[in-house]
């Protein structure tokens, strides 16, 4: 199943790529390496690969830039690498399109874990909306728009239904607060961060054990949420 | 020329004359004269010279024409009535021209005293004036007590701002070298643009300018007072030139201070991890190692150092960040238990070892704060905690409200507060210990201290009862906005 996994890795620096193939490639997944942006352009059409490891900052061009224009004809998933620490950066490149991403520096067994989630969802996607999703005790019946602990109903309001609904359907991607606002509120609310906090915390209440260590709607700070099975 | 005072000195006169004229059998000449000049005086104190002099004259006219034998007629036979009549206009002038002299001297006076009281005004705001746009303020409003002035502005020397109409470049060259008020006919029916310029003992700090709708305000004395107010703007312009650059140098030195610490440690704390790092990575490369199983250990070793090294370089970037004043606050509102949550997620690997307790106050307000510098703060008390108390010891994080400050802690089970002054804790690359082999350079609560007071917040430091240390972040409690439910249309 692994060997017909394939993974492009763009990134200039030749240590972190290095590394970073290997450590794929010890997965058993196939792993394809760029250097840059070009060279990226011409593996991407003759690989067609299933995910990509795209550092932000390559020497030939603007990582997000790329982004964009890739989201333009395909929904591959994108795990961006990024030196920088400062948030908006970060989800500059997941509005544009970017379905997680790892600070640099980071271990093996991170990459490897946040590779895998990203899989994980893509062979989801493919299973066309799935009626029940499944995480810890609860279940969420899309179909009679009912969430369920253990067989019995949970009394969500319809905001906090759809929340969840976007979390959900998004496992282990990082949803930025734009894009969560976007999809439950509409597009006039991109801005309202405080309607997304106060919802998030009514959400945490009903659905996690302890609000204050959530486990399935983790905070990304500054960047938005998680949704973790 | 104004015609109303000597309407009033004629009837004056005239007045006078009918009063007296019956009576005339009865009054002495000599006292007629002197009701004269009384009249006279009178006028000299209402109305000043000229006024007085007509009065004069008529009142001599009607003295002899009326009262000096023979009567109704303007012949004076006796020498002696002559002579009576001459002192009368004499006096009468005289008297006159030193009452109204006296008056003006009175009005000076008062006036002088006005603009004095207006200059102490103006030199006592001054002091308080920290900006130019103090300064303009405050001259605006000194001005506007005296008369009507628009488009008031301080020209800074060399400016290249576009000057009021007709002042040219030029124009504003010659009054700067001319050291003295001018003025210049503006469009406009009597509209007059002023320029003073600024001086000061060493150059020029400005030019004043302002447009007056009537000329006719600037009097000698007016000017004179114009030039010493520009006097005392040039002082306070000066004063704040020089507090600026004194500023500035001061903001230089604390960053070259800063700097120089940032390099002392990063020299010794660096070096030392780095040392080490390239040690253990030789002798994994050169195949040194004895087991295999030390191999194993030294790479797992090499990589826990070079973490270590992440977490320096990190502090260290943030904290030259936060110094050097560039860091704008992201703030919004929130609720607490968010940024607690992602603090304890973010250190799950730190806090491994130590069971955590969370105990938050249920229904705390939200507070206005930068979710990102506030969960670094959080995780670098709750490292802190973990690094310096025994493994399996508990942490205890709570939240609770106190007044209008909402009271965030960090408390272990440690060895407690060293002796040394508990406020230095907080200080840059302070540590506890001076030497231990608890890796850090003292950076972490410097660095929650200083994102705490830019939130407007304080920290404080504690030894706990029962053994072990708190430390605590207060931060305001303010009014959050009402969030109105935002229900999307279903």
Known sequence: MSEDIRILVVEDDRNIRQFVASALESEGYQVAAAGSLRQAGVELGARSPDLIVLDLGLPDGDGVQFIRDFRGWSAVPILVLSARSLETEKVVALDAGADDYLSKPFGVSELLARVRAQLRRRTQDSEQDPPLIRFGDFEIDCVNRVVRRRGEALHLTQIEYRLLLCLATHPGRVMTHRQLLAQVWGAQAVESHQYLRVYVGHLRQKIETDPTQPRHILTETGVGYRFQP | ?490
């Not at chain 2, 400005?206 to 040039?234: H, I, K, N, P």
């Not at chain 2, 607690?340 to 969370?358: D, E, F, I, W």
């Not at chain 2, 917040?457 to 959050?480: I, K, N």
């Open chain 2, 1 to 490: 020329m104004r015609i109303k005072p000597y309407g009033l000195g004629i009837l004056g006169c005239i007045a006078l004359t009918l009063l007296i004229a019956p009576l005339r059998a009865a009054i002495d000449l000599s006292n007629v004269a002197l009701l004269y000049v009384l009249l006279v005086v009178g006028m000299a104190v209402r109305s000043g010279r000229s006024p007085a002099v007509v009065t004069a004259l008529l009142a001599s006219l009607a003295f002899a024409y009326v009262f000096v034998p023979p009567q109704f007629s303007l012949a004076i036979t006796q020498a002696q009535h002559l002579i009576s009549a001459a002192i009368m206009l004499g006096v009468a002038l005289l008297v006159g021209h030193l009452t109204s002299r006296l008056k003006s001297h009175v009005e000076n006076a008062e006036l002088r005293e006005q603009h004095s009281r207006a200059l102490y005004l103006l030199a006592s705001q001054l002091t308080a004036a920290q900006t130019r746009a103090d300064v303009l303020g405050i001259s605006g409003h000194f001005l506007a007590t005296l008369f009507r002035v628009d488009d008031l502005r301080i020209l800074a020397p060399g400016t290249s701002e576009p000057l009021p109409e007709p002042l040219t470049p030029a124009g504003l060259a010659d009054i700067v070298a001319s050291r003295t008020l001018a003025t210049l006919a503006a469009a406009g029916r009597g509209r007059t643009v002023t320029a003073v310029p600024l001086r000061v003992s060493k150059g020029l700090q400005g030019v004043l300018v302002f447009a007056l709708d009537d000329a006719d305000t600037l009097t000698a004395q007016v000017r004179e007072l114009l030039e010493t107010m520009a006097s005392v703007v040039a002082v306070a312009l000066e004063r704040i030139h020089y507090a600026d650059l004194a500023r500035a140098t001061g903001v230089r030195m604390a960053s070259e201070s800063l700097r120089n610490t940032i390099l002392s440690a990063l020299s010794h704390d660096l070096r030392t991890p780095l040392t080490a790092l390239v040690g253990m990575a030789d002798t994994v490369a050169e195949g040194r190692t004895a087991h295999p199983g030390d191999q194993q250990a030294m790479i797992v070793a090499i990589r826990d150092q070079a973490l270590t090294i992440n977490r320096l370089v990190s502090n260290l970037l943030e904290m030259a960040r936060l110094q050097s004043g560039e860091v704008t606050l992201n703030k919004a509102w929130q609720p607490v238990e968010e940024v607690v949550g992602a603090s304890l997620q973010q250190m799950r690997l730190q806090l491994a070892q130590h069971p955590v307790k969370v105990e938050i106050t249920p229904a705390l307000p939200p507070l206005e704060f930068d979710a990102v510098l506030m969960e670094r703060a959080l995780c670098n008390l709750l490292e802190n905690a973990a690094k310096y108390s025994p493994p399996e010891s508990e942490i205890t994080l709570s939240a609770t409200q106190a007044g209008n400050r909402l009271e965030i802690s960090v408390c272990d089970r440690g060895p407690g507060l060293p002796d040394a002054e508990r406020a230095e804790l907080f200080g840059l690359f302070r540590r506890g210990q001076r030497e231990s082999n608890i890796p850090g350079v003292g950076l972490g609560l410097a660095i929650v201290r200083n994102i705490v007071e830019a939130h407007g917040g304080s920290v404080d430091a504690a030894d706990r009862s029962g053994g072990g240390a708190c430390f605590s972040l207060r931060l305001p409690v303010g009014e959050p906005p009402r969030v109105a439910e935002l229900e999307a249309p279903a």
